[in-house]
């Protein structure tokens, strides 16, 4: 008899509410997860954290990443609003 608890594949359900999110909310949503995910890192980065289970291992190239993604956010963003008022 298997008293073992089966799998919950909770981390699907939560990287598809975040896809949901990015894809309603588009720059605003990407900014906002980059620079949490920033934010996290770094902290982690300060407390001696240097390798990550992120594929890019590397916390410098995960902080790397991360900023360019919320820069290319950000630049959608003004993207948006520039052809709202142009």
Do not use: E
């Amino acid at each position: 008899m298997n008293n073992s608890a089966p799998y919950d594949p909770l981390r699907l359900c939560i990287y598809a509410t975040i896809a949901a999110v990015a894809w309603l909310l588009g720059p605003v949503a990407v900014v906002g997860f980059a620079a949490l995910g920033f934010a996290g890192y770094l902290r982690a980065r300060r407390q001696g954290l240097t390798r990550s289970k992120c594929i890019l291992r590397d916390t410098r190239l995960v902080l790397a990443y991360l900023g360019v993604l919320a820069l290319a956010g950000t630049v959608a963003i003004g993207w948006h609003v520039y052809q709202l008022l142009g």
